[in-house]
Antibody, heavy 115, light 107 residues
Framework: EVQLVESGGGLVQPGGSLRLSCAAS????????MHWVRQATGKGLEWVSA???????YYPGSVKGRFTISRENAKNSLYLQMNSLRAGDTAVYYC?????????WGQGTLVTVSS | AIQLTQSPSSLSASVGDRVTITCRAS??????LAWYQQKPGKAPKLLIY???SLESGVPSRFSGSGSGTDFTLTISSLQPEDFATYYC?????????FGPGTKVDIK
């Protein structure tokens, strides 16, 4: 059974940093692209980043230069390093597996940026 | 970035109704479109990929169509468990983008 479990969310002050993790199981992690998607309370879905099997990375303009996606295939783990956090980054962050499309999602971890 | 619009933004329907949601892309994306269903407090669930392919395990009352810039998600006979918010997403090019969502609630 495919499972994705996010962790690392919490309360952080504006300008601070946080590192999210996603533990994957039930599939060959190294064979899949992986993504992060976020959702502010009561709002829609926003794609945050992607990493390919070869380590190629992609970001939207809203987080480029502040967020870094990485993976550690030996640990079946995906990460999102978030720096220079802003109030607008407050959201539930989901990791998702991509088989072209996002076919499996974790349950999400809440990040709150507030003083 | 490719923008996606959805219509309507919300709709009220009854069990058994046929429901159609439209997604329009700001430029052609071939068939690189997916539809997701999301219920409150839950992660999104993939329903349709490649514009018209039904994800494994998804009931056949869900169907998708379209290519280029105009796409449709249809629920042929709405069931109680289908009341949710539906999002389209384009996979044609980065940055990936989602539509704003369509909330389907009980009439």
């Amino acid at each position: 059974e495919v499972q994705l479990v996010e962790s690392g969310g919490g309360l952080v002050q504006p300008g601070g940093s946080l590192r999210l993790s996603c533990a994957a199981s039930g599939f060959t992690f190294s064979s899949y692209d992986m993504h992060w998607v976020r959702q502010a309370t009561g709002k829609g879905l926003e794609w945050v980043s992607a990493i390919g099997t070869a380590g190629d990375t992609y970001y939207p303009g809203s987080v480029k230069g502040r967020f870094t996606i990485s993976r550690e295939n030996a640990k079946n783990s995906l990460y999102l390093q978030m720096n220079s956090l802003r109030a607008g980054d407050t959201a539930v962050y989901y990791c998702a597996r991509a088989d072209d499309y996002l076919d499996y999602w974790g349950q999400g971890t809440l990040v709150t940026v507030s003083s | 970035a490719i923008q996606l619009t959805q219509s309507p933004s919300s709709l009220s329907a009854s069990v058994g109704d046929r429901v159609t949601i439209t997604c329009r892309a700001s430029q052609g994306i071939s068939s690189a479109l997916a539809w997701y269903q999301q219920k409150p407090g839950k992660a999104p669930k993939l329903l349709i990929y490649d514009a018209s392919s039904l994800e494994s395990g998804v009931p056949s009352r869900f169907s998708g169509s379209g290519s280029g810039t105009d796409f449709t998600l249809t629920i042929s006979s709405l069931q109680p468990e289908d009341f949710a918010t539906y999002y389209c997403q384009q996979f044609n090019s980065y940055p990936l983008t989602f539509g704003p969502g369509t909330k389907v609630d009980i009439k």
